[in-house]
């Protein structure tokens, strides 16, 4: 028979702990593994996510293990967990900063070259989803329903952002660097490693 594994404090390691804590991501220590966030995740429905195993890993110092997991790229940010959670662990924050130090140890290329044309045309349009980007094998179609919805919603035929919206999202992308950061994983220039498929 298996041993069961205590979590007991005097074995935690808060290093990821105190590095969420300096993005202003609170609590992780206070997840009870009691299964509320898991129970109401679409995710973990149709993945091996479990917030309750990388909470734990996190706590327990296995930075390597967590960071390059693809078990942090699947939460979408819906924050369903985070309404069910009895202790109100900020669950989405903390896996955005656990992805955010996997990109910085260079884990996660695979995931981010997969979604790098929402954010080339976030920079280019002002929008991250195209109609066309609904339908590869056919974007005029796609398109031509887009139009023909939003004639019938009274809406113009094509959404457009206004000069001076995309000045400011300019400004934006190029002030905090997200300009840069999707030309280098574009270009191929970051150099990242592949991140694991067990957990």
Same mark, same amino acid.
């Given at each position: ?86 202790s ?5 924050? +903390? ?8 990109? &910085? !140890?260079?884990?996660? *290329? ?5 979604? =790098? #044309? ?8 002002g929008v ?17 329903s ?11 035929p ?14 934006? +992308? ?8 999707? &030309? !280098?994983?574009?270009? *191929? ?5 592949? =991140? #694991?498929?067990?957990?």
């Amino acid at each position: 028979m298996d041993k069961v594994s205590v979590l007991l404090t005097s074995r935690w390691n808060w290093k990821l702990l105190e590095e969420a804590k300096k993005w202003g991501i609170e609590r992780p220590e206070e997840c009870l593994s009691c299964g509320a966030c898991v129970g109401a995740c679409p995710a973990a429905r149709t993945s091996s996510y479990n917030f309750r195993k990388v909470v734990r890993d996190v706590m327990l110092g296995n930075e390597e293990k967590v960071l390059s997991s693809r078990e942090i790229w699947y939460c979408f940010y819906c924050f369903y967990c985070t309404s069910k959670c009895p202790s109100k662990v900020e669950i989405p924050y +903390f896996i955005m900063r656990l992805r955010r130090m996997a990109i &910085e !140890r260079g884990y996660g *290329g695979d995931i981010l070259r997969v979604v =790098i #044309s929402t954010s080339i045309n976030l920079m280019e349009r002002g929008v991250s989803v195209l109609p066309s980007d609904y339908d590869r094998m056919s974007p005029a179609s796609a398109e031509e329903s887009m139009v023909r919805l939003r004639e019938s919603l009274g809406l113009p035929p094509v959404m457009r952002v206004s000069e001076k919206a995309m000045e400011e999202l300019k400004t934006i +992308f190029k002030e905090t660097g997200f300009e840069d950061e999707v &030309e !280098r994983i574009r270009s *191929g220039k970051w150099p990242f490693k592949g =991140i #694991s498929e067990k957990y």
